[in-house]
């Protein structure tokens, strides 16, 4: 069974900086896409970025000149980083990967437990 474990968030000041980290456990075959996507309270989840595992990436309005996704391949990981936020930035970021379990398996949507972010001076 492969989970992903996120890291990083906490706390961070507007206008600061905070990075997110999200790996998984466990084995597999194959990681495709991996994302991010937040929940803010009383709001439906959204993506905030995603990146293939060739490096193309694609973001949320919201996010675009302020997050920059990454992945590093050889650690499986993908990254969030996150500049100059705002308090309406503060959500429960979850970490997305699709994954194959086997070379005979069909890929399947994997989710991280969360980790809050708030964004508060």
């Known amino acids: 069974q492969v989970r992903l474990v996120e890291s990083g968030g906490g706390l961070v000041q507007p206008g600061g900086s905070l990075r997110l980290s999200c790996a998984p456990s466990g084995s597999f075959f194959r990681i495709n896409v991996m994302g991010w996507y937040r929940q803010a309270p009383g709001k439906q989840r959204e993506l905030v970025a995603r990146?293939?595992?060739?490096?193309?990436?694609s973001y949320a309005d919201s996010a675009k000149g302020r997050f920059t996704i990454s992945r590093d391949n050889a650690k499986n990981t993908v990254y969030l980083q996150m500049n100059n936020p705002n308090p309406e930035d503060s959500a429960v970021y979850y970490c997305?990967?699709?994954?194959?379990?086997?070379?005979?398996?069909?890929?399947?949507?994997?989710w991280g437990q969360g980790t809050q972010v708030i964004v508060s001076s």
């Open positions: 990146i293939s595992s060739s490096g193309r990436t």
């Open positions: 997305y990967a699709v994954i194959e379990s086997n070379r005979y398996s069909f890929a399947s949507d994997h």
